[in-house]
């Protein structure tokens, strides 16, 4: 008898596994508050009437679930409506849930709402400690719609608090959650298709954006989501606003505020209004937006948007600044900053401080304005640095975590094949009477085996394509970033070098040097991530040529000479006496030369640093020596690792950031070129590279005579007159005040036809400095072309922060001189020394390449 009731057991539950996990019975409740749910989305107002006149029905129910479903669905309608004491009651109703049945879901929920309570009141960081808290009980929440709010909710506050890697973690989560729901899959989509789109705006990602509107815009006309709607169209007002169609952005505004004003959704009229009145401070019409503002505070005010509100006070000060009316002015834009300083928002902040400075400075209140200039540039190097912490905390605790999760799964793996060896001892003593019986259970376990493997094949291919997407974001994002941010720091460079120059006062020399070596800190920086992002991506930075290795190694010693000698070190150049000539991407070489020099001088508190190169058999090998602080030897595996530092780099005050050996090792790769490190902990290090020689005709000659002529040059006086084109006013000022200092004639222009019209005024320049990338959408290549036409003994260069555009490809390709941002002003002074020389102005040629 036992055994029969085995055999029905173990059958039982083959058939359990077997089947697909299907809903309950509908619920006539339920499918009630999902229609509640989707009314919600077409207008929030008529939702929140329906839901609280059904109270008597919901609340009250029998079934956890549906209260818990009601009181979610009420709680959710009221946030768009602005109904705080809704909002409230929500969750102390869920929570009370929580504890009378125990239900963790319910908890979840109340949290999430909470969260979100937290967030729009400007605490972003209390409502994200809250949702941490929390993360054990979400994953282990039976209901997945449950889940998937958690998810959706940490993403969107992430990405309020500009974490957007881990936001997007957490919306692609939602995203995949919600095509899994039993009910509300499409509604759940399309929020979460929402919140992605406005994450790859943040991200500096327009066109991103853009796309993801359009694709979410059927599904949200499909399903008559007006709430949905109106979100969308606002954020296709911001992307067309950013991209400068203006009067389109408009227009998606005042759409977005028509859904609105219809649907009584409060915090989307509130934000339709502030965008507006933003369209009409950029179009300095400060009297028409004076009403717009005051109604968007009101606006925010009412759905308790209290960050919203601060940002709007803000833009209202600037529109009476705008008017003249300074005091008042100035009084609610430092209401609003204060606002946000104390809610922990340091970007808004940081951006507020920018634009106020501005305003100051179009007042014509100079001492103000370099006093929140100050304060901007002080608040943005604390975001600067808050974020490489943050960037490398988490890097660290995702590799934990993966290493933690690798050894479970082992381990897990071990115990299941123990466990099998035991079942098939077990079964081979049951003898004959048990066969069918048998028969049963290894088919049961057979079959579990197999979908439990199946899952795990699943979830793993579902993980890498999650990385490779996380991947390709990272890069994404790093590359945009550092384009974005190389014009305020090429500007900042220019201005630290005029100020380094007109500076008389002693007591400010050490801090203006300070000023530079932060600054040429943050320019390597930006350089060291664009190359690994690019490198790791697999993006080629050149093609091989023949390189003259001698002429090569000593540009870069001449580049980091200055720098050694402020360090009181020694940095000798070691050549052989006939040509080295390797075979090499230029580029990559250059770069993986330099970081190993720099990385010499960085990390050698004393003493000298010796590059040399030697041949090996058919190859040259390249050494940079030291005598620093070297390297110990359990240590010396990983420094090629990027964000890698040893323990006694982190003690040093001008230790990097853990990138520059890195982008060594992947330069190597891609050149093929073997390379290491010897070294000792306290006795100096020795890198090596080892590159192919290439036989070339012997070109290196002349170089010790050209090197002397040109650092002749460089010792002497600038005199001439430059042309400089750059539409960025920032930009501008910082030329002229470097160019004063320099003691250079200059002439500056916003447009090809404002350059053009200096010319005709009889402006006739030595050389001409072109901005790439113009806000007019003229090629800065042709314009150069251009002007070089119509002066034939002008020299002229491209200024660029792009490095892969095809322009500028081309302009190379020509022998045009292409400068990067953030411009190195001792390479600039090289080159306007040489160009300004006496010997070589107004010398009719023609072409017009950098020699």
Same mark, same amino acid.
């Given at each position: 008898?036992?055994?029969?009731?085995?055999?029905?057991?173990?059958?039982?539950?083959?058939?359990?596994?077997?089947?697909?996990?299907?809903?309950?019975?509908?619920?006539?409740?339920?499918?009630?508050?999902?229609?509640?749910?989707?009314?919600? #989305?077409?207008?929030? $107002?008529?939702?929140?009437? /329906?839901?609280? =006149? !059904?109270? %008597? *029905?919901? @609340?009250? &129910? +029998?079934?956890?679930?549906?209260?818990?479903?009601?009181?979610?669905?009420?709680?959710?309608?009221?946030?768009?409506?602005?109904?705080?004491?809704?909002?409230?009651?929500?969750?102390?109703?869920?929570?009370?849930?929580?504890?009378?049945?125990?239900?963790?879901?319910?908890?979840?929920?109340?949290?999430?709402?909470?969260?979100? #309570?937290?967030?729009? $009141?400007?605490?972003?960081? /209390?409502?994200? =400690? !809250?949702? %941490? *808290?929390? @993360?054990? &009980? +979400?994953?282990?929440?039976?209901?997945?719609?449950?889940?998937?709010?958690?998810?959706?909710?940490?993403?969107?506050?992430?990405?309020?608090?500009?974490?957007?890697?881990?936001?997007?973690?957490?919306?692609?989560?939602?995203?995949?959650?919600?095509?899994?729901?039993?009910?509300?899959?499409?509604?759940?989509?399309?929020?979460?298709?929402?919140?992605?789109?406005?994450?790859?705006?943040?991200?500096?990602?327009?066109?991103?954006?853009?796309?993801?509107?359009?694709?979410?815009?059927?599904?949200?006309?499909?399903?008559?989501?007006?709430?949905?709607?109106?979100?969308?169209?606002?954020?296709?007002?911001?992307?067309?606003?950013?991209?400068?169609?203006?009067?389109?952005?408009?227009?998606?505004?005042?759409?977005?505020?028509?859904?609105?004003?219809?649907?009584?959704?409060?915090?989307?009229?509130?934000?339709?209004?502030?965008?507006?009145?933003?369209?009409?401070?950029?179009?300095?019409?400060?009297?028409?937006?004076?009403?717009?503002?005051?109604?968007?505070?009101?606006?925010?005010?009412?759905?308790?948007?209290?960050?919203?509100?601060?940002?709007?006070?803000?833009?209202?000060?600037?529109?009476?600044?705008?008017?003249?009316?300074?005091?008042?002015?100035?009084?609610?834009?430092?209401?609003?900053?204060?606002?946000?300083?104390?809610?922990?928002?340091?970007?808004?902040?940081?951006?507020?401080?920018?634009?106020?400075?501005?305003?100051?400075?179009?007042?014509?209140?100079?001492?103000?304005?370099?006093?929140?200039?100050?304060?901007?540039?002080?608040?943005?190097?604390?975001?600067?640095?808050?974020?490489?912490?943050?960037?490398?905390?988490?890097?660290?605790?995702?590799?934990?975590?993966?290493?933690?999760?690798?050894?479970?799964?082992?381990?897990?793996?071990?115990?299941?094949?123990?466990?099998?060896?035991?079942?098939?001892?077990?079964?081979?003593?049951?003898?004959?009477?048990?066969?069918?019986?048998?028969?049963?259970?290894?088919?049961?376990?057979?079959?579990?085996?197999?979908?439990?493997?199946?899952?795990?094949?699943?979830?793993?291919?579902?993980?890498?394509?999650?990385?490779?997407?996380?991947?390709?974001?990272?890069?994404?994002?790093?590359?945009?970033?550092?384009?974005?941010?190389?014009?305020?720091?090429?500007?900042?460079?220019?201005?630290?070098?005029?100020?380094?120059?007109?500076?008389?006062?002693?007591?400010?020399?050490?801090?203006?040097?300070?000023?530079?070596?932060?600054?040429?800190?943050?320019?390597?920086?930006?350089?060291?991530?664009?190359?690994?992002?690019?490198?790791?991506?697999?993006?080629?930075?050149?093609?091989?040529?023949?390189?003259?290795?001698?002429?090569?190694?000593?540009?870069?010693?001449?580049?980091?000479?200055?720098?050694?000698?402020?360090?009181?070190?020694?940095?000798?150049?070691?050549?052989?006496?006939?040509?080295?000539?390797?075979?090499?991407?230029?580029?990559?070489?250059?770069?993986?030369?330099?970081?190993?020099?720099?990385?010499?001088?960085?990390?050698?508190?004393?003493?000298?640093?010796?590059?040399?190169?030697?041949?090996?058999?058919?190859?040259?090998?390249?050494?940079?020596?030291?005598?620093?602080?070297?390297?110990?030897?359990?240590?010396?595996?990983?420094?090629?690792?990027?964000?890698?530092?040893?323990?006694?780099?982190?003690?040093?005050?001008?230790?990097?950031?853990?990138?520059?050996?890195?982008?060594?090792?992947?330069?190597?790769?891609?050149?093929?070129?073997?390379?290491?490190?010897?070294?000792?902990?306290?006795?100096?290090?020795?890198?090596?590279?080892?590159?192919?020689?290439?036989?070339?005709?012997?070109?290196?000659?002349?170089?010790?005579?050209?090197?002397?002529?040109?650092?002749?040059?460089?010792?002497?006086?600038?005199?001439?007159?430059?042309?400089?084109?750059?539409?960025?006013?920032?930009?501008?000022?910082?030329?002229?005040?470097?160019?004063?200092?320099?003691?250079?004639?200059?002439?500056?222009?916003?447009?090809?036809?404002?350059?053009?019209?200096?010319?005709?005024?009889?402006?006739?320049?030595?050389?001409?400095?072109?901005?790439?990338?113009?806000?007019?959408?003229?090629?800065?290549?042709?314009?150069?072309?251009?002007?070089?036409?119509?002066?034939?003994?002008?020299?002229?260069?491209?200024?660029?922060?792009?490095?892969?555009?095809?322009?500028?490809?081309?302009?190379?390709?020509?022998?045009?001189?292409?400068?990067?941002?953030?411009?190195?002003?001792?390479?600039?002074?090289?080159?306007?020394?040489?160009?300004?020389?006496?010997?070589?102005?107004?010398?009719?040629?023609?072409?017009?390449?950098?020699?």
């Amino acid at each position: 008898m036992r055994l029969v009731r085995a055999v029905v057991l173990v059958a039982a539950l083959c058939l359990q596994t077997a089947l697909p996990v299907r809903a309950q019975a509908l619920n006539p409740d339920l499918a009630e508050l999902d229609r509640l749910q989707n009314l919600s #989305q077409r207008n929030s $107002a008529e939702a929140v009437q /329906a839901l609280q =006149a !059904a109270a %008597a *029905r919901f @609340a009250n &129910a +029998a079934d956890a679930a549906t209260r818990r479903t009601y009181l979610a669905a009420l709680t959710d309608a009221a946030f768009e409506t602005g109904q705080t004491t809704v909002v409230t009651e929500g969750i102390a109703q869920l929570k009370a849930l929580a504890a009378a049945q125990k239900d963790p879901s319910s908890q979840v929920l109340a949290v999430c709402f909470e969260a979100r #309570q937290l967030a729009v $009141a400007g605490k972003t960081r /209390a409502g994200l =400690a !809250a949702l %941490a *808290r929390e @993360a054990a &009980a +979400a994953e282990r929440a039976p209901d997945p719609w449950v889940r998937w709010l958690y998810h959706l909710t940490l993403g969107a506050l992430h990405s309020g608090n500009g974490q957007f890697e881990t936001a997007m973690t957490h919306l692609l989560r939602s995203l995949e959650l919600s095509r899994t729901l039993p009910r509300q899959a499409a509604t759940s989509e399309l929020r979460s298709r929402t919140h992605l789109e406005l994450l790859h705006f943040d991200m500096k990602n327009p066109d991103r954006a853009l796309q993801t509107i359009r694709e979410t815009l059927p599904l949200a006309e499909k399903l008559d989501a007006r709430q949905a709607l109106g979100w969308l169209h606002l954020h296709r007002g911001n992307v067309e606003n950013v991209q400068g169609n203006l009067d389109t952005a408009v227009a998606a505004y005042r759409q977005s505020l028509q859904i609105a004003r219809a649907g009584g959704l409060t915090g989307l009229q509130a934000t339709a209004l502030n965008n507006l009145g933003d369209v009409l401070l950029q179009r300095k019409a400060y009297p028409a937006a004076e009403p717009v503002m005051r109604e968007a505070m009101a606006a925010y005010r009412d759905a308790h948007e209290l960050n919203g509100a601060a940002m709007a006070q803000a833009n209202l000060g600037f529109a009476l600044m705008g008017q003249g009316r300074i005091p008042a002015g100035v009084h609610e834009v430092e209401a609003g900053i204060r606002f946000v300083h104390e809610a922990g928002s340091l970007p808004m902040e940081e951006q507020l401080l920018g634009e106020l400075s501005r305003m100051y400075e179009q007042a014509g209140l100079y001492r103000e304005a370099m006093a929140t200039t100050r304060k901007q540039q002080a608040l943005a190097k604390e975001l600067f640095h808050t974020e490489r912490d943050q960037a490398v905390t988490t890097l660290q605790e995702r590799f934990d975590s993966a290493e933690r999760q690798r050894q479970i799964e082992q381990l897990a793996q071990a115990n299941r094949v123990q466990d099998a060896e035991l079942r098939v001892r077990r079964m081979q003593q049951i003898g004959l009477a048990a066969a069918v019986a048998l028969a049963l259970l290894a088919a049961g376990a057979s079959f579990w085996l197999y979908r439990r493997t199946r899952t795990a094949n699943e979830a793993l291919a579902a993980a890498r394509r999650q990385a490779e997407g996380a991947l390709t974001e990272k890069n994404l994002f790093i590359a945009t970033a550092s384009h974005d941010l190389r014009q305020p720091v090429h500007a900042m460079s220019l201005m630290v070098e005029a100020i380094n120059l007109r500076n008389t006062d002693p007591v400010l020399r050490p801090l203006v040097a300070d000023l530079r070596t932060s600054m040429q800190a943050m320019s390597q920086l930006f350089n060291a991530l664009l190359d690994l992002s690019r490198l790791e991506s697999g993006q080629p930075l050149g093609h091989k040529a023949a390189v003259d290795l001698g002429a090569l190694l000593a540009d870069v010693v001449r580049l980091f000479r200055e720098q050694a000698s402020l360090g009181g070190l020694t940095l000798r150049l070691r050549l052989p006496r006939r040509g080295a000539t390797v075979w090499a991407e230029p580029v990559l070489l250059r770069q993986a030369l330099a970081n190993l020099v720099q990385n010499a001088i960085r990390y050698t508190p004393q003493g000298k640093v010796l590059v040399s190169a030697r041949a090996r058999g058919g190859d040259w090998l390249v050494e940079v020596r030291d005598t620093g602080i070297g390297i110990a030897p359990a240590d010396q595996a990983r420094v090629f690792s990027p964000y890698y530092r040893g323990a006694r780099a982190d003690q040093m005050d001008e230790a990097g950031h853990g990138l520059g050996l890195a982008v060594v090792a992947r330069c190597a790769e891609q050149l093929g070129a073997a390379y290491g490190v010897r070294s000792l902990a306290g006795q100096g290090s020795r890198f090596w590279l080892r590159l192919p020689a290439h036989v070339a005709p012997d070109a290196g000659a002349s170089t010790a005579p050209a090197t002397a002529h040109r650092q002749s040059i460089v010792d002497r006086p600038l005199q001439g007159q430059c042309l400089v084109l750059d539409d960025d006013s920032q930009v501008l000022k910082a030329w002229r005040a470097m160019l004063e200092a320099w003691g250079v004639t200059a002439a500056y222009a916003t447009t090809g036809a404002e350059a053009h019209g200096r010319l005709d005024e009889g402006l006739v320049p030595d050389a001409i400095f072109c901005d790439q990338r113009l806000c007019s959408g003229e090629s800065g290549f042709d314009i150069l072309r251009t002007l070089l036409a119509r002066c034939p003994a002008a020299r002229g260069a491209m200024v660029s922060g792009e490095f892969d555009a095809p322009a500028l490809r081309d302009a190379e390709d020509e022998g045009y001189l292409v400068l990067r941002k953030p411009v190195n002003p001792a390479e600039l002074h090289a080159v306007l020394a040489q160009w300004l020389a006496p010997s070589n102005r107004r010398q009719d040629q023609s072409a017009v390449p950098f020699p």
